[in-house]
């Protein structure tokens, strides 16, 4: 019997050997089955890691670590660093049993220190570890979808929330908004369809008129890819409200920029008022509100090397021609003063569809 059992365990660990091989060295079609398993095996039975890489054993150990509050952060530290080094590692995350809600307890955790002082770069740092994990399995074509039927983004909506403007909670935005960042970026439709359902534009919105600039950068990115699938321009056009809120912050934007030009935000806010421009009653809007340094020569500095923003500009001057003059007009009024943009607009009872 004795033999019969250590002959069983021979081919047991034999097997798993063979496992592991295949699953860290496949594209991991079917994690589920597995991750868990394998896991567990960098715990118990060390023999059975011998044939794998020391990179890929310590990264197992890592994620294995995250169960333990004990071994925790310094998991997510040594984890948030190689995300990049290991294209699996979404899948493993995602697959291991328990991992991912530990990851939302360190979330949740956060949440009493975010109206106090006690909300330290120290706590700031071990949650925006905990982040780059949540944008590393953001970012992965088969665990997008699972993360958004999860509707885990809606646990970052706190932070983007926060309105101080100290550095813990302002890396805390911005980490957070690369999250969302993430989402976005591959321009799905499922995507832009769960985000229109929450409160991230306002969100957004707030941030790009009070954050500081890499944050802005961010938040304006994620609304301009928002507005360049159909839904979200439609979106964003059905109503009044929808579109005067979106034109004033960006109106708002193009007058800070002329005061300190920033190329890389001012891509963005060109982008989105092109993509404006594409719905009929947006444009009409525009002809009459469009800020003139977009007209101008203002930004010709700033962009003499970005070919790809002038030609937008350019773009935008042909979508708004034939009231070009009325525009340059009507944008002088605007004056830097956001209450103009609410008279520019055509009245609500008009705008509702």
């Given at each position: 019997?004795?033999?019969?059992?250590?002959?069983?365990?021979?081919?047991?660990?034999?097997?798993?050997?063979?496992?592991?091989?295949?699953?860290?060295?496949?594209?991991?079609?079917?994690?589920?089955?597995?991750?868990?398993?394998?896991?567990?095996?960098?715990?118990?039975?060390?023999?059975?890691?011998?044939?794998?890489?020391?990179?890929?054993?310590?990264?197992?150990?890592?994620?294995?670590?995250?169960?333990?509050?004990?071994?925790?952060?310094?998991?997510?530290?040594?984890?948030?660093?190689?995300?990049?080094?290991?294209?699996?590692?979404?899948?493993?995350?995602?697959?291991?049993?328990?991992?991912?809600?530990?990851?939302?307890?360190?979330?949740?955790?956060?949440?009493?220190?975010l109206n106090t002082s006690q909300f330290t770069t120290a706590?700031?740092?071990?949650?925006?570890?905990?982040?780059?994990?949540?944008?590393?399995?953001?970012?992965?074509?088969?665990?997008?979808?699972?993360?958004?039927?999860?509707?885990?983004?809606?646990?970052l909506y706190p932070f983007l929330d926060t309105t101080s403007?100290?550095?813990?909670?302002?890396?805390?935005?911005?980490?957070?908004?690369?999250?969302?960042?993430?989402?976005?970026?591959?321009?799905?439709?499922?995507?832009?369809?769960?985000?229109?359902?929450?409160?991230?534009?306002?969100?957004?919105?707030?941030?790009?008129?009070?954050?500081?600039?890499?944050?802005?950068?961010?938040?304006?990115?994620?609304?301009?890819?928002?507005?360049?699938?159909?839904?979200?321009?439609?979106?964003?056009?059905?109503?009044?409200?929808?579109?005067?809120?979106?034109?004033?912050?960006?109106?708002?934007?193009?007058?800070?920029?002329?005061?300190?030009?920033?190329?890389?935000?001012?891509?963005?806010?060109?982008?989105?008022?092109?993509?404006?421009?594409?719905?009929?009653?947006?444009?009409?809007?525009?002809r009459q509100y469009l800020p003139e340094p977009l007209l101008?020569?203002?930004?010709?500095?700033?962009?003499?090397?970005?070919?790809?923003?002038?030609?937008?500009?350019?773009?935008?001057?042909?979508?708004?021609?034939?009231?070009?003059?009325?525009?340059?007009?009507?944008?002088?009024?605007?004056?830097?003063?956001?209450?103009?943009?609410?008279?520019?607009?055509?009245?609500?009872?008009?705008?509702?569809?």
């Amino acid at each position: 019997m004795t033999r019969a059992r250590s002959g069983l365990d021979k081919v047991s660990r034999s097997r798993c050997r063979c496992l592991l091989n295949k699953e860290l060295r496949s594209n991991c079609r079917q994690p589920q089955l597995h991750w868990t398993f394998v896991i567990q095996l960098t715990r118990h039975d060390s023999s059975v890691m011998d044939s794998v890489t020391e990179g890929s054993r310590r990264t197992l150990t890592f994620v294995a670590d995250l169960l333990n509050e004990d071994t925790r952060r310094v998991a997510l530290l040594e984890l948030s660093k190689k995300h990049e080094e290991v294209p699996e590692l979404a899948l493993i995350l995602w697959h291991s049993f328990g991992v991912m809600t530990s990851l939302l307890q360190e979330i949740i955790s956060v949440y009493t220190l975010l109206n106090t002082s006690q909300f330290t770069t120290a706590a700031s740092n071990r949650v925006c570890n905990v982040l780059v994990l949540l944008q590393c399995v953001a970012s992965h074509d088969e665990t997008r979808v699972p993360f958004l039927n999860a509707h885990i983004p809606l646990f970052l909506y706190p932070f983007l929330d926060t309105t101080s403007k100290s550095r813990p909670f302002e890396y805390l935005r911005l980490t957070s908004l690369g999250v969302i960042g993430a989402l976005v970026k591959n321009d799905s439709p499922d995507v832009v369809n769960f985000l229109l359902t929450t409160e991230i534009i306002p969100l957004c919105l707030r941030i790009v008129e009070t954050g500081a600039e890499l944050s802005k950068t961010v938040a304006i990115f994620i609304v301009q890819k928002i507005l360049h699938d159909d839904h979200g321009l439609n979106y964003i056009c059905a109503t009044y409200e929808r579109f005067c809120a979106l034109g004033t912050v960006l109106c708002n934007m193009v007058w800070q920029l002329v005061e300190h030009q920033t190329a890389r935000l001012l891509k963005y806010v060109v982008r989105c008022f092109l993509r404006l421009s594409d719905n009929a009653r947006a444009r009409e809007a525009l002809r009459q509100y469009l800020p003139e340094p977009l007209l101008d020569a203002t930004f010709s500095a700033v962009l003499r090397d970005d070919a790809a923003t002038k030609r937008c500009l350019a773009l935008l001057s042909e979508h708004l021609s034939g009231l070009q003059d009325a525009a340059i007009s009507s944008s002088s009024q605007f004056n830097k003063d956001p209450d103009f943009l609410a008279a520019a607009c055509t009245t609500p009872d008009q705008w509702v569809v």
